[in-house]
């Protein structure tokens, strides 16, 4: 019996160095610099993987949808990947979106008459494709802010009134905020444009609100007969109400309204007041 004990006990210590050396080993080995710089290649490799990944699920989601969209908006999401995902620096987005491009301008008419245009900021078109292919808010945020139009009244020395067809883009019932230069919350803001029948004449009428604190501090009506502006060979539209101007943009994929909102100063002239991202509300 005492044998037995004796073997035990010397059995049991045996174990005992060997946990503790296998665990005192295992921790050396894991602070170790060489464990560390494996496991830090394994989760960066891992990371790679995923990234690549969901940018291969992106290329197969433009090339699955490519038939039903035009070449320009299929060069507009590529362009998106390589930029955002890949971060590559593109030196010339305008040409890569527009191989041969016509210079973007917005022509106004004065009351007068004469008809002017006026040049579209460099790579104007490009950053309105890619504002108007954004996939989500935050990419529509970040568009947004390259088209911002610095001197309004260049844009708006002559005029073209825009057609109602033109205006079937912003159909719909939409809300949500407007934030002003300083990204502090300025005003929440509703626009409905709704097609209508008077008189058996189809005509499109619409209406842009802005609300602080509960209270209406803007409201205004529009119609087709006098919408707004157009801008040529470009995506937006400037509606005009009432020395407040609003350039506005319709996104494909998220089915907002994006744009910018300016008023005209007592000195006559214009300045920029904010920018806005609103959410289509009548259909789900």
């Known amino acids: ?38 496991i830090k290649k394994e989760t960066l490799s891992d990371f790679n993987n995923n990234n690549l990944s969901n940018i291969r699920i992106k290329f197969q989601n433009i090339i699955d949808s490519e038939e039903t969209k035009k070449a320009a908006d299929v060069r507009a999401q590529i362009l998106q990947i390589l930029m955002d995902d890949l971060g590559l620096a593109i030196k010339n987005p305008q ?21 002017t245009a006026a040049a579209a900021p460099k790579n104007f078109s490009s950053y309105e494709q890619l504002l108007t292919n954004s996939a989500n808010t935050a990419e529509v945020r970040k568009n947004l802010k390259n088209l ?10 002559a005029a073209k009134p825009a057609e109602a067809k033109q205006l079937e883009l912003l159909f719909g019932s939409f809300r949500g905020r407007v934030f002003d230069v300083n990204r502090n919350e300025y005003a929440t803001l509703v626009i409905e444009v ?26 205004s009506n529009f119609s087709a007969e006098r919408p707004g502006y157009t801008i040529q060979n470009s995506l ?37 007041i904010g920018n806005f991202v609103v ?5 789900f």
């Open 236 to 272: 937006g539209l400037i509606i005009d109400q009432e020395n407040r101007y609003f350039q506005v943009y319709k996104i494909n994929e998220t089915r907002q309204l994006a744009g910018f909102f300016y008023e005209r100063l007592p000195g006559g002239t214009t300045k920029t």
């Open 1 to 38: 019996m005492k044998d037995f004990f004796k073997i035990f006990a010397g059995l049991s210590i045996v174990i005992i160095v060997f946990m503790f050396g296998r665990n005192y080993g295992e921790d050396k080995l894991r602070s170790s610099e060489e464990f560390q710089a494996l």
């Open 194 to 219: 709704l097609p209508t029948q008077k008189n058996e004449k189809k005509t499109i009428d619409g209406r842009i609100k802005m609300f602080k604190g509960g209270h209406e501090v803007m409201g």
């Open 95 to 115: 040409k890569f979106l527009n191989p041969s491009p016509e210079k973007a301008s917005i022509i106004v008419v004065s009351s007068t008459g004469a008809k």
């Open 279 to 283: 959410n289509r509300v009548d259909q």
């Open 148 to 157: 911002e139009i610095k001197d309004l009244d260049q844009f708006l020395t």
